[in-house]
């Protein structure tokens, strides 16, 4: 720093710290409550240091589930949400790069359009036309299916832009050397393109899976039958569940063990995320 | 059997089923009963599944009323619906214009396909009434029908010296001396358009719309801007500034400031005895007759029942309806009734099934447990008191709602939020009109 | 744009954008499509029927004073949530910025809410301040606060924006840090040496420097609070009590859904979209300028 000041010092520290604790007290709460029965939590003020159930708590929402919220075990619902995320992670990936690369490396009749059709989904979220896409859905027989949760949250712009940006700061010499060694657009596209998008794919992985991981809206919807249901759209059906009052340990069990994979990811692979985010925004 | 080893050996059995049942019939029933509730459906469901050699009844939680009935709309127009959905009394009107149009598959012409005897007489008038056509063909089967009473603490209403209150004046005095005595907020009520406008209406026998409140034509309008439920909110709204009325939210929000203590007097279904009688341990509770407003009758006519009935949509195969039919006549014995009234607090919907729980002594030992089926048949009912059926009613009641909200937080006054609330929801019936006609 | 030594193919490029074009033409334009001609109609609940009603709905919608409110509920909530969130993250930003050797540590416990689902967020925040038994709720009653999110319309709002706030600080406070961090020293140098203080510093080199991330945020932080706000809503207050947190995206769901009023849920979808394309012509408008400097 410029100058050193103690104050100013303390004063800095003081505001992360104060930061620190605003972010994580909820969670903090979140877990603590998970570890006590409903009769800790069933009136004011509800202890801030975990109590003894934590362990069947925990063993009766991963295998069994909620029997007031109709008994779906939420190991189950975390096993969807997995596949529903990699499946829309990958998926927003493969397609996102190779329609990127058809806009950068070629030149074709419609090129400018198709540019422009994939930019107007931008920011177009799926919650604004909900009742027609609802709708297209269930006309193709995609209820209940993975294909249904899935497919219709894979078109991704913020994907393509990225990739478009990035094989933008590729050299032409690449090209040129290909070229020469007789290598075609396929070639070039898998030989030297895809290992150097390495880094950019592995960043964009890490935002992509938590977006699916966090979807809610759309599996509420497209789920009907409980072997589908995913643990952040189940979570609503526990916090209202009919006329009974929620059962707090239990939901916030289900909140913790729902929010554990995207932040194990985000905190594990940091650097990639950070990477990831202010890259994939630009 | 006890009714704990029933609750046991089914649930082992909800859970072993599906592995065995591939090659039975399949139904798919849509309930939204949370909670312990829910638990005694699935029981239901997975009792009758494992007597019947043909059929497996599938139940599912679908979430609150609101959601289950939409999901099932949704699910109807993408050919995805359920064989049985639980519908609750205000989406009657649409359901029945379904049933018009050919979505729904009539209570009534399902048991003569089938061939299952059905005694519709064998139900009690006051619940039938209200899912009935115009010829007297039960179009549902009333399954958990309960009616607005009122809660009170009597550990509380003890302590303070006051008599259960039977009147809004007295009940006006007994908070008085309840907050007197530290209660926090000594009266609250919940589903407040079902308990403080609908039920208000019938009790005292005016007319809350027009048309026989919906059951005689589409064109009915909403009437209950009138001066007797206008001085009614007003009264609660009064109550609430001087600390004797809380309001605690929609539907059965509320509950937790009864059980807790909280509120002394609380109005809202007899449905909440079940799990009252688990929940509450330090304090005495019982349940009384809706109070009565001595400004705009001498005597209270009859309440109108609210929960649901089980609606069978159209487009699956006739084993499978065969299967649906034999599971309703499973659920209206005797037996099953007066197990559900005896465990939840809904009224029993058969003659049969309130003269079961009379023998077996339950309002011995488990007093005013009664007071639900004598408020519905206290009088013959008249068009006022019979029942309701409004199209769009489940966005009526959210504007209802809404505009309640509007007075409880002194926003507007009861004139203004009633002139508001009939004014918005009369256009709703309007759209409905257009939309079935 | 495009390189200057390309590929030639007459089908491969065509091929290669197809899966991304089939998705976004069957999952985008066309319910689109059908939003615009849906709103048109009025049509029964289960669908058997409907009618052309021409431009009813949109009549009805905006002489709704519901809808309005809606507009103005959303705006709101739009402006608090961003206000909250971006204000937070920028004073953590600053902090982590003055604390080199800390920054990383102080970074990962500042930046995991970011992963937590905006439901999840709001079903925790609804736990904390439920009335009769949130601990923060028993706190501010201590304060002399008396919080019921049941009843009261304004305080329900306050809530769902400290939970969308909440989630939202570890973004922009990584962005806040990024621009931070690529302002020159020299330049921070420079003004001390002037003998300029660290709040002057902050306001006459800091902030005008950091001015393309904040408009960047604040655009994202809008949009964010505009529509990914649904699931923390939807889970929590449910729009109520009394509409008070009932934002427009919100209302489409539940018009559409809960009410089964199709061609006003419709009508709002298109009144929706056409908002939102207008932000996205000019969050193009600043993308593209940033791009060519």
């Given at each position: 720093m410029v100058e050193n000041r103690p104050i100013l010092n303390i004063l800095t520290h003081a505001v992360l710290i104060l930061g620190v604790l605003f972010l994580c007290f909820p969670v903090w709460m979140a877990l603590v409550a998970s570890t006590h029965g409903a009769e800790a939590l069933s009136?004011?003020?509800?202890?801030?240091w975990f109590g003894g159930q934590g362990w069947d708590n925990y063993t009766q929402l991963l295998s069994a589930g909620l029997p007031a919220a109709g008994g779906v075990p939420i190991g189950m619902m975390m096993m969807n949400s997995l596949i529903m995320a990699l499946v829309i992670t990958f998926g927003k990936i493969a397609i996102s790069i190779i329609s990127a690369y058809a806009i950068v490396y070629f030149r074709f009749p419609f090129r400018m359009g198709f540019f422009w059709m994939i930019f107007l989904t931008?920011?177009?979220?799926v919650e604004v036309r909900i009742l027609p896409t609802f709708d297209v859905v269930t006309r193709l027989g995609m209820l209940n299916t993975y294909a249904g949760l899935t497919i219709p949250l894979i078109a991704s712009a913020t994907a393509t832009f990225l990739f478009r940006q990035f094989f933008l700061t590729i050299p032409d010499e690449l090209v040129e050397a290909a070229r020469i060694d007789r290598a075609g657009p396929v070639r070039f596209f898998i030989d030297i393109l895809l290992p150097m998008s390495r880094t950019n794919i592995a960043a964009l992985f890490i935002i992509l899976f938590i977006y699916g991981w966090n979807q809610y809206l759309w599996p509420l919807l497209v789920t009907t039958e409980e072997g589908l249901y995913t643990v952040v759209m189940g979570i609503q059906r526990m916090v209202n569940s009919g006329e009974a009052l929620p059962v707090w340990h239990f939901v916030m069990g289900t909140a913790i063990l729902g929010m554990i994979p995207p932040v194990v990811v985000v905190v594990a692979m940091q650097k990639l995320f950070v990477k990831g985010l202010v890259e994939s925004e630009k | 059997m006890t009714i704990k080893t029933i609750l046991t050996a089914t649930t082992a059995l909800a859970i072993a089923a599906p592995a065995f049942a591939a090659d039975k019939a399949q139904v798919q029933f849509w309930h939204a009963m949370g909670g312990e509730l829910g638990t005694i459906v699935d029981t239901f469901a997975a009792d009758y599944s494992a007597g019947s050699e043909t059929c497996q009844i599938n139940a599912v939680y679908k979430g609150n009323y609101t959601e289950n009935m939409t999901a099932a709309i949704a699910a109807f127009r993408a050919g995805e619906q359920p064989h049985v959905v639980q519908v609750f009394e205000v989406g009657t009107a649409t359901m029945m214009a379904a049933e018009d149009k050919g979505a729904v598959y009539p209570v009534y012409k399902l048991m003569q396909d089938a061939g299952v005897d059905f005694d519709q007489s064998a139900y009690l008038p006051a619940v039938v009434s209200y899912y009935t056509d115009t010829d007297n063909n039960l179009l549902s089967l009333p399954f958990n029908s309960s009616t607005p009473v009122m809660w009170y603490n009597k550990t509380a209403l003890d302590a303070a010296g006051v008599a259960v209150p039977t009147t809004w004046d007295e009940v006006e005095e007994a908070a008085r001396a309840l907050k007197a005595n530290g209660v926090e907020k000594p009266f609250s009520m919940g589903w407040q358009s079902w308990t403080q406008i609908e039920n208000y209406s019938a009790w005292h026998n005016i007319p809350m719309a027009s048309e026989e409140n919906g059951f005689a034509s589409l064109k009915t309008e909403f009437t209950f801007n009138n001066d007797a439920v206008v001085n009614h909110i007003q009264r609660i709204a009064d109550m609430g500034k001087e600390g004797l009325f809380g309001y605690g939210g929609r539907r059965g929000d509320s509950r937790g400031m009864f059980v807790n203590g909280e509120t002394a007097l609380w109005i809202n279904s007899s449905a909440y005895y079940g799990g009252f009688k688990s929940d509450i341990k330090d304090f005495e509770f019982g349940q009384t007759m809706l109070p009565l407003d001595t400004a705009v009758a001498d005597a209270p006519q009859n309440s109108i029942i609210g929960g649901a009935t089980l609606w069978v949509l159209n487009g699956h195969k006739s084993d499978e309806y065969k299967c649906v039919a034999e599971f309703f006549q499973y659920l209206s014995q005797p037996e099953q009734q007066a197990f559900w009234h005896q465990n939840t607090g809904y009224v029993p919907i058969t003659t049969a099934a309130y003269e079961l729980s009379k023998e077996q002594g339950f309002y011995k030992t488990?007093?005013?447990?009664?007071t639900a089926i004598k408020e519905l048949s206290?009088?013959?009912?008249?068009p006022n008191s019979k029942g309701i059926r409004f199209g769009n009613f489940v966005q009526a009641r959210d504007i209802i709602n809404e505009e309640l909200e509007a007075v409880w937080a002194g926003d507007k006054t009861a004139r203004e939020a009633m002139d508001a609330a009939v004014e918005r929801g009369n256009a709703l019936l309007r759209k409905f009109e257009d939309a079935n006609s | 744009m495009q390189k200057r030594v390309i590929f030639r193919s007459r089908s491969l490029p065509y091929l290669l954008v197809l899966p991304q074009i089939a998705v976004t033409l069957v999952f985008f334009f066309w319910p689109s499509y059908q939003a615009l001609e849906s709103s048109f109609f009025i049509e029964d609940a289960f669908g058997f029927s409907r009618e052309w009603v021409g431009l009813r709905n949109y009549r009805d919608l905006f002489a709704d004073p519901g809808y309005l409110r809606s507009f103005r509920t959303t705006l709101v909530f739009g402006l608090s949530v961003t206000a909250l969130a971006l204000g937070t993250s920028l004073g953590l930003a600053v902090a982590a910025n003055r604390v080199l050797r800390a920054a990383q540590s102080y970074r990962t416990l500042l930046i995991w809410p970011y992963a937590v689902a905006p439901a999840l967020a709001g079903v925790i925040w609804y736990f904390l301040m439920?009335?009769?038994?949130?601990i923060v709720a028993y706190w501010l009653k201590g304060l002399g606060v008396e919080w019921n999110h049941y009843v009261n319309g304004n305080q329900a709002l306050i809530l769902v924006v400290v939970a969308a706030a909440w989630k939202q600080i570890s973004y922009n406070f990584l962005f806040f840090l990024a621009g931070l961090q690529s302002i020159p020293k020299s330049l921070i140098e420079a003004a001390a040496i002037d003998r300029a203080g660290p709040i002057r510093r902050f306001w006459t080199i800091t902030m005008p420097l950091l001015s393309p991330t904040t408009f960047f945020l604040l655009v994202v932080n809008l949009v964010y609070a505009f529509f990914d706000t649904f699931a923390l809503i939807h889970a929590t207050?449910?729009?109520?009590?009394?509409?008070?947190?009932?934002?427009l995206v919100f209302r489409v769901y539940n018009t559409g859904f809960i009410g089964q009023d199709y061609g006003s849920s419709a009508a709002q979808s298109v009144v929706l979209m056409a908002l939102v394309i207008g932000m996205t012509f000019i969050q193009f408008r600043y993308v593209e300028r940033k791009v060519t400097y």
């Open positions: 009136r004011a003020p509800i202890p801030l931008l920011m177009l979220p | 488990d007093p005013g447990t009664d206290l009088n013959t009912p008249t | 439920n009335p009769s038994m949130g207050t449910n729009g109520g009590p009394a509409d008070a947190t009932s934002v």
